[in-house]
């Protein structure tokens, strides 16, 4: 039997954030999926840890959060965390080659993204 005595917490680590209406949802493949679950597993595909270590999944459910959907990035040793997309100000959902490409920019500069780059 394992010792929880000795666990240790995995420390700082890049993350992303999504905060995301829980009333928005998508039918690519099913009805009940939400697009932040999605994007996370795009995302994941695509930066395996530790290049992202973490990324989390912030659902909101009220009138003033309404069709919201922003991604944050976090780097430990920075102060804020960084909005890398938000859909009121940019107008809609992101692209996910266009979101891919923008954390790429923060937590990976210089890498190709193969076809997310053309």
């Given at each position: 039997?394992?010792?929880?005595?000795?666990?240790?917490?995995?420390?700082?680590?890049?993350t992303?954030?999504?905060?995301?209406?829980?009333?928005?949802?998508?039918?690519?493949h099913?009805?009940?999926?939400?697009?932040?679950?999605?994007?996370?597993?795009?995302?994941?595909?695509?930066?395996?840890?530790?290049?992202?270590?973490?990324?989390?999944?912030?659902?909101?459910?009220?009138?003033?959060?309404?069709?919201?959907?922003?991604?944050?990035?976090?780097i430990?040793g920075?102060?804020e965390?960084?909005?890398?997309?938000?859909?009121?100000?940019?107008?809609?959902?992101?692209?996910?080659?266009v979101?891919k490409?923008?954390?790429?920019?923060?937590?990976q500069?210089?890498?190709?993204l193969?076809?997310?780059?053309?």
């Amino acid at each position: 039997m394992a010792d929880s005595q000795t666990f240790v917490f995995p420390g700082p680590q890049r993350t992303v954030t999504i905060e995301f209406c829980d009333r928005v949802r998508i039918l690519i493949h099913d009805p009940r999926l939400h697009r932040a679950s999605w994007v996370q597993t795009e995302l994941f595909l695509t930066f395996p840890p530790p290049t992202i270590g973490a990324i989390t999944l912030v659902p909101l459910n009220s009138d003033d959060t309404a069709g919201r959907f922003r991604v944050w990035v976090s780097i430990p040793g920075t102060e804020e965390p960084l909005l890398v997309w938000d859909r009121k100000s940019e107008g809609g959902f992101p692209e996910l080659k266009v979101l891919k490409q923008r954390i790429r920019d923060h937590l990976q500069p210089g890498k190709s993204l193969g076809h997310s780059d053309k």
